[in-house]
């Protein structure tokens, strides 16, 4: 992982992956892949039925909340919203809730196919695949697709070429935080390679002035905010995964996600009265989120 001084971008060189992506996020939501923590791909789709249910009120991100407020204050309802990199259809589903027609684009097989049995118009490829005709969006939106890409600078350079007079909104992991977390890691000489944060899963890691620098070298007038997201201890959720498979019962990761907040003040109330710092929580996580504006002067 190599350091950008200019912008703090943190990137693997070389940041290109054998596989073509449709193959690659294809197998992983197939649960067909191990390492850098891939799995999380075939947990959100087994997963889904639940998350959608809690979407209202407990979006993935924080992100998303803030991308629909600032929708509704500058699109009308029932204009097409494009989103690039749907994953589980989350933002898709509450596009519609709110009265957008909501379009998508994602390279993984498995949630494309589950979300035209939905109704959605989702495109199955990479945005060069994409026929000319298949969607005019007022508005398109990107989130945690970022740091999967072996060229970010070509993906959004090729949004505004595609969709010249169209507002975009991009949402990513924070850096900083990624280096939090490893940084821990490796001081408690846990295995780098089953971070998330590493590649093919993850090859670059973003800070607020590396997004603005690439929204502005693709022709847009960046606004960047930093996100922060809920305090997380990822050990009970790391042990949810693991009985959920075992028992065969979803809800033991859906309790974890209902008793979040118990969950961490019990944590923390324990931690404090027998002085223990586990090397897996830390206090809390942020995101980024920019929007970006054509600027055609």
């Known amino acids: 992982m190599l350091l950008c001084e200019a912008c703090g971008l943190t990137f693997a060189h070389p940041m290109t992956v054998s596989e073509p992506p449709e193959k690659l996020f294809g197998e992983a939501y197939g649960n067909l892949l191990k390492g850098t923590q891939v799995e999380d791909f075939a947990d959100r789709l087994r997963l889904r039925p639940f998350l959608l249910r809690t979407l209202e009120h407990a979006p993935p991100s924080v992100c998303y909340k803030l991308a629909l407020e600032h929708l509704e204050a500058h699109v009308a309802r029932g204009s097409t919203v494009f989103e690039i990199g749907v994953g589980t259809g989350a933002f ?3 596009l519609r809730r709110r009265g957008y027609n909501a379009v998508g684009l994602d390279v993984a097989e498995p949630v494309v196919r589950l979300l035209k049995q939905e109704g959605f118009r989702v495109w199955h490829g990479t945005l060069q695949t994409l026929p000319e005709s298949f ?4 508005f398109v939106c990107s989130f945690f697709v970022l740091h999967h890409l072996s060229d970010p600078i070509d993906f959004v350079q090729s949004i505004r070429r595609r969709f010249p007079s169209s507002p975009v909104v991009l949402a990513v992991a924070d850096g900083k935080t990624i280096r939090r977390i490893h940084g821990g890691a ?7 390679s089953k971070f998330h944060a590493l590649p093919p899963r993850t090859p670059s890691w973003w800070t607020g002035k590396s997004v603005e620098t690439l929204l502005t070298r693709a022709g847009y007038k960046a606004e960047v905010f930093i996100v922060t997201e809920q305090p997380i201890n990822v050990l009970p959720l790391q042990l949810s995964r693991r009985l959920a498979p075992v ?6 990761s859906f309790l974890y996600t209902l008793l979040f907040p118990a969950f961490q003040k019990l944590l923390g109330s324990l931690e404090k009265a027998f002085r223990l710092v586990s090397p897996k929580s830390f206090p809390s996580y942020h995101d980024i ?5 054509p600027d055609n002067d």
């Open 92 to 94: 898709l589903h509450l």
């Open 186 to 192: 490796i001081r408690h000489g846990r295995a780098k």
């Open 135 to 138: 969607v005019e969006p007022a």
């Open 289 to 293: 989120l920019a929007v970006g504006i």
């Open 247 to 252: 028992l065969n019962l979803p809800p033991v």
